[in-house]
Nanobody, 123 residues
Framework: QVQLVESGGGLVQAGGSLRLSCAAS????????VGWFRQAPGKEREFVVA????????YYADSVKGRFTISRDNAKNTVYLQMNSLKPEDTAVYYC????????????????WGQGTQVTVSS
């Protein structure tokens, strides 16, 4: 069993930056893929980015490519999402999720989910 805890959300002005963290407990991320998804008010949850823990391979949604960066810290068993040049349309609850195996972009393929952290970008 993997428990995920996100942190780092908050309120930021457009153009600003935030870094989200996703820490795992219960086991290491080795062999897992970790993804970030987000859900804006009135919208469906959507894929943002994912990383294969072992290889470091990543995949980004077009909407965040060049602005967001996913990374991992083996020692801390934590995945980070660095978000730069934030826009009001990035406002959402951000969730991290994990699955054993390679990264996927569809949320139903992820077995473990965090509780979510709110990101609000003001214009």
């Amino acid at each position: 069993q993997v428990q995920l805890v996100e942190s780092g959300g908050g309120l930021v002005q457009a153009g600003g930056s935030l870094r989200l963290s996703c820490a795992a407990s219960g086991r290491t991320f080795s062999g897992y893929a970790v993804g970030w998804f987000r859900q804006a008010p009135g919208k469906e949850r959507e894929f943002v980015v994912a990383i294969n823990w072992s290889s470091g391979n990543t995949y980004y949604a077009d909407s965040v490519k060049g602005r967001f960066t996913i990374s991992r810290d083996n020692a801390k068993n934590t995945v980070y999402l660095q978000m730069n040049s934030l826009k009001p349309e990035d406002t959402a609850v951000y969730y991290c999720a994990a699955r054993f195996g390679l990264l996927r972009v569809t949320q139903r393929e992820y077995n473990y989910w965090g509780q979510g952290t709110q990101v609000t970008v003001s214009s």
